[in-house]
């Protein structure tokens, strides 16, 4: 239950009240006017801005999201992708504050993120999944080993059958260049002792320079007379990023040229003059030398 809060039916005149998702909003009247263009307000602006980028970033992506959206509609997804993608925009450590970009950020938080709050796919599918992406020959598997439903899935009382489903994006959020391939399965009855192995395969441009995301989810649906219905808008479904695969980071080759150390040849005359040492024994012995070569005549 949540907090009461009393309020004075002389202020009343002065409170506006919000609904949300989350339960109403009741607010004041800020009368008081701040000077944003201060030097103390950088923090201030800066944080702003930034918002502002990874909310219009989010927004311009839902494009790429609609084929999920049609089987996931989730109410808060807007609100959540723009908080996720504004924690990759910070954690950019290439441009200074205020400039971030999420292009630039560490795409891989963006793993696990889940289009239903209200159900996670972890929890509504339990079978395993490989992910596999090879970006040279642009080519992508998702596999899904032969499991049983009545074990591996958590189905609403009123589905029959279900869908596994699977897409790559591929985006580039400062351009917003995105391309997105969806990939479904036929309506597989959930009365079926065991499913076979499901294979998606994904045929995408070579080299692509864009970050790369999978997303897997299952959708369940109830079958009469052949024919697809939703159940309760799609509450049960659920879908999930369960890989990333950022771009290429373009890595500089630097050649280092040994440079050989010169010779400093010294002059002659700079050179002093070394004095010989000469020991008696030494002396005697060259003069034995000169006698026994040079004999006196």
Same mark, same amino acid.
């Given at each position: 239950?949540?907090?009461?809060?009393?309020?004075?039916?002389?202020?009343?005149?002065?409170?506006?009240?919000?609904?949300?998702?989350?339960?109403?909003?009741?607010?004041?009247?800020?009368?008081?006017?701040?000077?944003?263009?201060?030097?103390?307000?950088?923090?201030?602006?800066?944080?702003?801005?930034?918002?502002?980028?990874?909310?219009?970033?989010?927004?311009?992506?839902?494009?790429?999201?609609?084929?999920?959206?049609?089987?996931?509609?989730?109410?808060?997804?807007?609100?959540?992708?723009?908080?996720?993608?504004?924690?990759?925009?910070?954690?950019?450590?290439?441009?200074?504050?205020?400039?971030?970009?999420?292009?630039?950020?560490?795409?891989?938080?963006?793993?696990?993120?889940?289009?239903?709050?209200?159900?996670?796919?972890?929890?509504?599918?339990? @079978?395993?999944?490989? *992910?596999?992406?090879?970006? !040279?020959?642009?080519?992508?598997?998702? /596999? #899904?080993?032969?499991? =049983? &439903?009545?074990?591996?899935?958590?189905?609403?009382?009123?589905?029959?059958?279900?869908?596994?489903?699977?897409?790559?994006?591929?985006?580039?959020?400062?351009?917003?260049?995105?391309?997105?391939?969806?990939?479904?399965?036929?309506?597989?009855?959930?009365?079926?002792?065991?499913?076979?192995?499901?294979?998606?395969?994904?045929?995408?441009?070579?080299?692509?320079?864009?970050?790369?995301?999978?997303?897997?989810?299952?959708?369940?649906?109830?079958?009469?007379?052949?024919?697809?219905?939703?159940?309760?808008?799609?509450?049960?479904?659920?879908? @999930?990023?369960?890989? *990333?695969?950022?771009?290429? !980071?373009?890595?500089?080759?630097?050649? /280092? #040229?040994?440079?050989? =150390? &010169?010779?400093?040849?010294?002059?002659?005359?700079?050179?002093?003059?070394?004095?010989?040492?000469?020991?008696?024994?030494?002396?005697?012995?060259?003069?034995?030398?000169?006698?026994?070569?040079?004999?006196?005549?």
């Amino acid at each position: 239950m949540g907090k009461v809060i009393p309020l004075y039916s002389k202020h009343l005149e002065q409170v506006s009240f919000y609904k949300t998702t989350n339960g109403f909003i009741a607010t004041t009247p800020n009368k008081k006017v701040n000077k944003w263009a201060g030097e103390q307000y950088d923090a201030i602006r800066a944080h702003r801005k930034e918002f502002g980028k990874a909310a219009q970033v989010a927004a311009d992506i839902r494009v790429a999201f609609a084929d999920i959206m049609a089987h996931i509609p989730s109410p808060s997804m807007y609100r959540r992708l723009s908080s996720r993608l504004l924690q990759v925009l910070k954690s950019d450590i290439t441009n200074i504050r205020g400039e971030r970009t999420v292009e630039e950020g560490d795409v891989l938080m963006m793993k696990g993120f889940e289009f239903n709050q209200s159900t996670a796919f972890n929890r509504a599918c339990r @079978a395993r999944y490989d *992910v596999m992406i090879d970006r !040279v020959s642009g080519e992508g598997k998702v /596999t #899904i080993p032969a499991f =049983k &439903p009545t074990q591996k899935l958590h189905a609403p009382k009123s589905a029959t059958h279900c869908k596994l489903v699977a897409t790559l994006h591929a985006i580039n959020f400062d351009s917003n260049d995105v391309d997105s391939i969806p990939l479904s399965t036929d309506a597989l009855p959930l009365n079926k002792h065991q499913f076979e192995d499901i294979t998606f395969n994904f045929n995408f441009t070579p080299n692509d320079p864009r970050h790369l995301f999978v997303s897997v989810g299952i959708v369940f649906i109830e079958m009469i007379n052949n024919r697809e219905y939703k159940i309760m808008a799609g509450k049960f479904n659920a879908m @999930a990023v369960v890989a *990333v695969f950022p771009k290429p !980071v373009a890595t500089a080759i630097v050649t /280092t #040229i040994a440079k050989e =150390k &010169p010779q400093i040849t010294k002059h002659p005359i700079a050179q002093p003059a070394q004095r010989k040492i000469r020991t008696p024994r030494m002396i005697k012995r060259a003069r034995y030398l000169q006698q026994a070569y040079h004999p006196l005549e």
